[in-house]
């Protein structure tokens, strides 16, 4: 199975500021079936991108996703008070799915 | 509008059994594959499986081949998630998705969750 290892496990920032989130795979993802969703305590996951670069629908555009094969990408340009959460990535590729560990961002 | 309704809280003791379940509406059932996603105490997300309702097609993640059964009944558009033995290592929390935009998709639409607790 595909192995997604997320870096880094916790990213101290504040708001306004940029947010970049890695998820490497043990193998190479094809057609980019490559997902990040977001969860908050208390809540269950959000897709936000998938495709690798789609953002989901309601997503709003400081929210992007990059990447391809093997390195894959989150990037939120200007952190909002409510995208402190844990995110997570998943490739649904190959059976099984499977997700990465996850990376917190929390305020600094 | 694509809602996802769980069954509520369980506590159990291990080795008995227990059926979870997860109720659609807003889509004609038959047409979207759901899956099951399990979250630990504190712990990341893991894909336990999948079924097409449409026809029952069934496939797991072989962590979980063999220690949880995926089934669905379209005649009450309703999924489940069912233990034959609980081990506390299952207290967790347990979420249904959909695959709306098809198999090979991520998951758009999630259940709010159903807290399993196992304990003597």
């Not at chain 2, 347990?94 to 639409?109: E, H, I, V």
Request: net charge neutral; glycine share 10%; with cysteine.
């Amino acid at each position: 199975e595909i192995v997604l290892t997320q870096s880094p496990g916790t990213l101290s920032l504040s708001p306004g500021e940029r947010a970049t989130l890695s998820c490497r795979a043990s193998q190479s993802v094809s057609n980019n079936y490559l997902a990040w969703y977001q969860q908050k305590p208390g809540q269950a996951p959000r897709l936000l991108i998938y495709g690798a670069s789609s953002r989901a629908t309601g997503i709003p555009d400081r929210f992007s996703g990059s990447g391809s094969g093997t390195d894959f990408t989150l990037t939120i340009s200007r952190l909002e008070p409510e995208d402190f959460a844990v995110y997570y990535c998943q490739q649904y590729d190959s059976s099984p799915r499977t997700f990465g560990q996850g990376s917190k961002v929390e305020i600094k | 509008e694509v809602q996802l309704v769980q069954s509520g809280a369980e506590v159990k003791k291990p080795g008995e059994s227990l059926k979870i379940s997860c109720k659609a509406s807003g889509y004609r059932f038959s047409d979207y594959w759901i899956g099951w996603v399990r979250q630990m105490p504190g712990k990341g997300l893991e894909w336990m499986g999948i079924i097409y309702p449409g026809d029952a097609d069934t496939r797991y993640s072989p962590s979980f081949q063999g220690q949880v059964i995926i089934s669905a009944d379209k005649s009450i558009s309703t999924a489940y998630l069912h233990w034959s033995s609980l081990k506390a290592s299952d207290t967790a929390m347990y979420y249904c998705t959909t695959l709306a935009m098809g198999y090979n998709n991520p998951s758009d639409y999630w259940g709010q969750g159903t807290l399993v607790t196992v304990s003597s």
